[in-house]
């Protein structure tokens, strides 16, 4: 829709430009030759101008996000890799136990 408005890079830029930009949930968009080379553009660019970029996810490591973003993962995740800490956090969907969660009876969650 942005590129029918005209507005697409200025949200591209703003995204670029941003002094913090949290990309949630990657590798679960739609991997289109098209998705990734705005991906790509967007991540090297942040890379190579030091900015900070916090990532959440589902992959269970870097080989995986990788494999999750279709051609340019590799190259992605190169770059992630060289700038980031990554902090892996193994638990429970939060949906999944919220929802059990509810269906317990009182007293048992």
């Not at 949200?11 to 790509?40: K, M, P, S, Y």
């Not at 969660?101 to 007293?107: M, N, S």
């Amino acid at each position: 829709a942005g590129y029918d408005s005209g507005k697409a890079e200025q949200i591209q830029r703003g995204a670029r430009e941003a002094d913090c930009l949290v990309l949630d949930d990657l590798g679960a968009q739609r991997t289109t030759d098209w998705v990734g080379e705005r991906l790509f553009s967007l991540v090297d660019d942040r890379y190579r101008n030091g900015r900070q970029t916090v990532i959440t996810t589902n992959a269970a490591g870097m080989k995986e996000l990788s494999e999750g973003l279709g051609d340019r993962g590799a190259r992605i995740t190169s770059r992630l890799s060289e700038s980031a800490q990554a902090l892996f956090i193994k638990a429970r969907d939060y949906r999944t136990r919220r929802n059990t969660q509810q269906k317990l009876p009182a007293g048992q969650a």
